[in-house]
Nanobody
Framework: QVQLVESGGGSVQAGGSLRLSCEASGGGTNSTICMAWFRQAPGQDRKWVASIYRDDGTTYYLDSLKGRFTIAQDNAKNTMYLQMNSLKPDDTAMYYC??????????????????WGRGTQVIVSS
């Protein structure tokens, strides 16, 4: 079973940057097809942010975040990252790391995710 642990959240002012990390461990890590970041703001549903495919590093982003957020991975360290720049108060949310190893479905749809981290809080003040 894959375990995911996020880190790097915190409080920043608008315009600032944060880098989130997600370390994967446990059996099955090398079987992961893709990993993703989701976020959930208070009172809202959990929403997909970005995905990265383990084998070739292909990335996908929520359109509204392109240019500000960058997803990356270091397979040797079993770690995924989310670099967030030019942060806005609307980016305030709990950010969750997710992993998918099933071959069907999308990495951007929560119902296809096989494992979740516990989340790391990001607060952006104006």
């Amino acid at each position: 079973q894959v375990q995911l642990v996020e880190s790097g959240g915190g409080s920043v002012q608008a315009g600032g940057s944060l880098r989130l990390s997600c370390e994967a461990s446990g059996g099955g890590t090398n079987s992961t097809i893709c990993m993703a970041w989701f976020r959930q703001a208070p009172g809202q549903d959990r929403k997909w942010v970005a995905s990265i495919y383990r084998d070739d590093g292909t990335t996908y982003y929520l359109d509204s975040l392109k240019g500000r957020f960058t997803i990356a991975q270091d397979n040797a360290k079993n770690t995924m990252y989310l670099q967030m720049n030019s942060l806005k108060p609307d980016d305030t949310a709990m950010y969750y790391c997710a992993a998918k190893w099933s071959r069907g479905g999308s990495c951007g749809i929560a119902s296809y995710i096989g494992a979740w981290g516990r989340g790391t809080q990001v607060i952006v003040s104006s």
